[in-house]
């Protein structure tokens, strides 16, 4: 399958369109899926006019010290939260000096699970000047497919954004 053919590639270059033609910048934010989505929104030619950068914050302590979320939302909701996951965009938009950003933090497996977190758990977060946006999904693949389903997922959130609240 050559990239144009990817389907993720094809749906980063809609999302990339629709920044360009808005004008925003974009940042990231990623946990979980390790830099796969960061990688999505460079395979588009052109992305440099639209895409500032990416964090991978895996540990707490990066969360902590690249993107300012509390040490006290980490304690008390964890990592894998819906608070953490905006947090982690809001520092994202911060750190880069973006116009939105999008953030990706949970539990891709096969391990890590507990039963309130289930393993598959993703928090994702669009965070922009007019519109903060939080979604909660549990996938039921292995891993690599949960963090290419949540990178989709991320992707499409950021579409819906910039065809609807950011125009």
Sequence with gaps: MSESDDPLVVLAGQAGQLLRERERKLAL????????LGSLITDVP??????LGS????????????????QVTLAE???VSPQAAAEMAQGARRLFGADLAVAVTGIAGPTGGQPDKPVGLVYLHLSAPDAEMGERHVWHFDRIANK???AETAL???VR???TVGK
Excluded: P, Q, W
């Design 29 to 36: 934010a990623e946990s979980c899926t390790g830099g796969l």
């Design 46 to 51: 052109g992305s440099s006019d639209y895409f």
């Design 55 to 70: 964090a991978v914050t895996y540990a707490y302590s990066a969360k902590e010290a690249i993107l300012g979320v509390r």
């Design 77 to 79: 909701h964890g990592a």
């Design 148 to 150: 290419r389903l949540s």
């Design 156 to 158: 499409r959130m950021l």
């Design 161 to 163: 954004y910039l065809e």
